[in-house]
């Protein structure tokens, strides 16, 4: 059967389902819920990392198999800096942009390096909004309370507190660079309310939110003249004799020579690890997204934590195939979209957080309830004309204008059809333990953004990345600035990388590949 | 992954075997699977991609491109993320283009509707020819956010370039070598920072916390055992 014969089921059961209200599970049905069909609790996709600072802690294959990797330099490289700075920001990405502005606007000088272009990242797709509780019905401590529940109680309780309490001055910051934030009437903050929060409590800009805090962000670290190196790699980090951190090698992508930077400290901004596919998923994330931090940040000794959540976001599209793993935004939930199987029933409260709609979603899908595609693909319907139908016409097109053109290319009236959607790898929950400053175990070597983990626990509350970005891009840049001050250049040595090789080599060598990924190898070699 | 089952109401088995077709790259040729998006399609014809893939999501511009497709003459653009390949098209990446960016300091403007004339003096030089608009593959009317910009009005520029990815291809287009995304950008930036009332709810929450309205909750939150904190959230809905 074609599309259009399948989605009749969802236009003739509308109005039937609009009169229904489906409660969420309660917490022990979730739990039984996820144990089951959540990627997460897959068992064979994971194992033991055989050495390092998380020696026999279980992440996915395809993590362990990176975080054993062998660094492509080599242990007697040349370490002359081709430059040296105070602080050495690597990522361009929301964290890397707001890290870099608060470190320059604290006197610091400053070099942000970048794999692709300035801006080329995961941030600049965020469309669902950043959550700060700005509303008068809401407060800080309720987005604490909210993002616990949703995390699994697993959240740094510290990193947790900071983050909500600054929320509000970064809205405000964000506001004096020129964000055009969505307003009410009155001239307020317009908050929207995301899956997994009592409360509302979303900024957005219509669905551009990310790309409009970009625009801006990078636009301002142009206009602050800041140093770029774009098209360069992180490939390696330099320790001094106490293995705190000093610099960075890169491997320039146009010309593939070495550059290495001196610098007093490192902020590593490299975002997530969609582009790994992890357990096979399509994802939703940037070309660059291959958790090159988490490596770098290895070798160096930086423990890690959450390695084994990963988010999987419960709306990748499934058709049309050219936009495969691309994120439908949860706004439409938020709006009051549902989720409709083959049968045109709904299965779960669509607003409960992302682990339980996905695994809500697999499992209709296992059991034999989902809905195939000529190309072989399954998945459940988002009813989207539904917002039109409860809103009014030209709802959809007024508040989804970039989904409605993403998917207009392909000649898909998405106000007018039910889009397929199944769960698409999105998020990495996880990643470099840090403190309230944003900094690592190792002195001087800092993780911002979606690179560091504890802040989400076990499961990120929608809308909380963004604002994670801005918080301990802030902090990790305000901290970095304020000590390069007093501080002489260190020492650069590969001695981490030296005593890395050993472990390996103790443990049986490693993994047998190198690792930063730096780019996913889509490019087919042979017929 | 899902897997298939025996049980699914609605089973769809046919599974559509891939039609090959011919594209043509930068001048040359080569067959691949129909449908596919142009960089899909560089991937598949063995090109090693750095430049020119960003986010693959359709939002930052990295991947402008042009195509043409079969017998037509005319030239047009897309964001190579987002576009399907279809036989006898011919596509090219944009290079870079070397625009220039006017640097600013957004709070320090005074008079940022007579600044934009000095920042890009050549914007009111537009010369109406629609090229811009004709170029944007976000379908923004470009010319007339340039018009709209002289004008003052700044509020509609911020609105209507809310869709721009930043892809420059309305760029190398113009007659009048107006970057028309840059002067957009810093018109969105003042309406921002200069034109829209701060929120005052804002304000009172900023200073709420500061002034410790909230220590109260938070002492009792912190004081709580995990258990009776697990109750505590499970208790918010
Ligand atoms: C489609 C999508 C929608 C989302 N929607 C929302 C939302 O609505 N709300 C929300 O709060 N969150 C959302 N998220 C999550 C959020 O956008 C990301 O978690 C966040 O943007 C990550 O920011 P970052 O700065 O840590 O990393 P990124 O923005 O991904 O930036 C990482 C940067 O580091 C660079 N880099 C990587 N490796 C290297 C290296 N070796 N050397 C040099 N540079 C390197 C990359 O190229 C990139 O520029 C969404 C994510 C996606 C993918
Ligand atoms: S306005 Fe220019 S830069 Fe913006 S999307 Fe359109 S063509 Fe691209
Ligand atoms: S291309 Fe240049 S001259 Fe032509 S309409 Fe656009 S801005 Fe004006
Ligand atoms: S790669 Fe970002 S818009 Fe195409």
């Known amino acids: 059967m074609d599309i259009h014969a399948l989605q009749q089921i969802v236009h003739s059961t509308r109005d039937a389902r609009r009169k229904q209200t489906i409660p969420k599970f309660p917490p022990a049905e979730q739990d039984q819920l996820i144990h089951k069909y959540h990627p997460d609790y897959r068992v064979s996709a994971y194992r033991p990392i055989r050495f390092g600072p998380n020696a026999d802690d279980k992440t996915v294959v395809e993590l362990a198999a990176l975080l054993e990797g062998d660094s492509p330099i080599s242990d007697d490289s040349d370490l002359t800096p081709d430059y040296t700075t105070d602080v050495l920001v690597v990522g361009g990405g929301g964290a890397g942009c707001a890290a870099a502005l608060h470190a320059h606007g604290a006197g610091a000088k400053v070099m942000l390096a970048t794999k692709l272009r300035l801006g080329d990242s995961n941030s600049v797709m965020a469309q669902g909004g950043m959550q700060i509780s700005v509303a008068s019905g809401d407060s800080p401590v309720t987005h604490f309370v909210d993002t616990l529940k949703g995390g699994h109680m697993q959240n740094d309780h510290d990193l947790l507190k900071v983050m909500v309490e600054e929320g509000p001055s970064i809205a405000k910051w964000l506001l004096s660079l020129g964000v055009l934030f969505d307003r009410d009437g009155d001239g307020n903050l317009h908050v929207k309310k995301g899956g997994g929060s009592s409360k509302p409590r979303l900024l957005t800009c219509s669905d551009y939110t990310g790309l409009e805090i970009m625009r801006v962000l990078k636009d301002e670290v142009l206009n602050q003249k800041i140093q770029l190196l774009e098209f360069c790699a992180a490939v390696e980090l330099t320790s001094d004799d106490s293995g705190n951190c000093t610099g960075a090698i890169f491997k320039d992508l146009d010309n593939h020579r070495q550059i290495v930077v001196a610098a007093k400290s490192v902020i590593l901004a490299t975002g997530g690890i969609g582009r790994l596919h992890i357990q096979g998923f399509p994802t939703s994330n940037h070309y660059g997204a291959t958790g090159d931090g988490l490596c770098l940040a290895y070798r160096m000794g930086a423990k890690l934590m959450h390695i084994d959540t990963f988010q999987y976001h419960p709306s990748g599209a499934v058709y049309p195939e050219q936009l495969i793993g691309a994120l439908v935004t949860e706004g439409i939930r938020s709006e009051g979209g549902h989720l409709v199987n083959a049968k045109g029933e709904r299965f779960v409260n669509e607003l409960d957080t992302r682990d339980v709609v996905s695994s809500s979603i697999i499992r209709e899908c296992e059991e034999g309830r989902g809905i195939r595609t000529m190309s072989g693909r399954i998945g459940v319907w988002l009813d989207t004309p539904l917002l039109d139908a409860e809103q009014g016409p030209g709802t959809v097109e007024k508040h989804f204008p970039a989904m409605m053109l993403q998917f207009e290319r392909f000649g898909i009236d998405i106000s007018k059809d039910p889009v397929l959607i199944y769960p698409t790898l999105h998020y990495q929950n996880g990643g470099v333990k840090i403190d309230t400053n944003s900094e690592t175990n190792v002195y001087n070597l800092f993780v911002a953004g979606e690179a560091s983990g504890g802040l989400h626990g076990r499961n990120r509350l929608m809308g909380n990345s963004l604002l994670d970005l801005m918080v301990f891009g802030k902090r990790s840049g305000l901290t970095s600035a304020a000590r390069a001050a007093a501080m002489p250049h260190g020492k650069l040595t590969l001695g981490h990388l030296k005593r890395f090789r050993a472990e390996a080599k103790k443990h049986g060598s490693g993994s047998g590949v190198v690792s930063p990924m730096i780019l996913p190898a889509y490019t087919r070699r042979e017929d | ?237």
């Not at chain 2, 899902?2 to 049980?7: G, L, R, Y």
Request: charged residues 25%.
């Open chain 2, 1 to 237: 992954m899902a897997q298939e089952d025996k049980e699914n109401v609605i089973d769809q088995p046919e599974v559509i075997r891939h039609r090959m077709v011919t594209i043509e790259i930068a001048g040359k040729k080569y067959d691949v699977p129909e449908g596919i998006t142009i960089i899909k399609a560089l991937w598949y014809s063995g090109q090693e991609v750095v430049r020119g893939a960003g986010c693959l999501g359709g939002f930052c511009g990295a991947c402008a491109a042009y195509y043409r497709t079969k017998d037509d003459p005319k030239v047009r653009t897309c964001l190579a993320c987002q576009m399907a390949v279809q036989d006898g098209m011919s596509i090219t990446m944009m290079p870079p283009f070397p625009a220039r960016k006017a640097t600013y300091d957004i709070q320090a403007l005074k008079e940022p509707k007579q600044d934009l004339f000095n920042l890009y003096p050549e914007t009111p030089l537009c010369r109406n020819c629609n090229a811009c608009t004709e170029a944007c593959p976000q379908q923004i009317d470009v010319r007339e956010g340039v018009w709209k910009a002289v004008f003052g009005d700044f509020k509609s520029v911020s609105e209507m370039f809310m869709d721009c990815v930043m892809c420059g291809m309305c760029t190398p287009v113009c007659i009048a070598d107006i970057a028309p995304n840059l002067v957009a950008l810093y018109v969105s930036r003042a309406q921002g920072a200069h034109f829209i009332e701060p929120p005052l709810g804002l304000d009172t929450r900023i200073k709420e916390i500061q002034d410790g309205r909230f220590n109260d909750e938070w002492a009792k939150i912190f004081k709580m055992t995990e258990k009776e904190l697990a109750d505590h959230c499970a208790t918010v809905k």
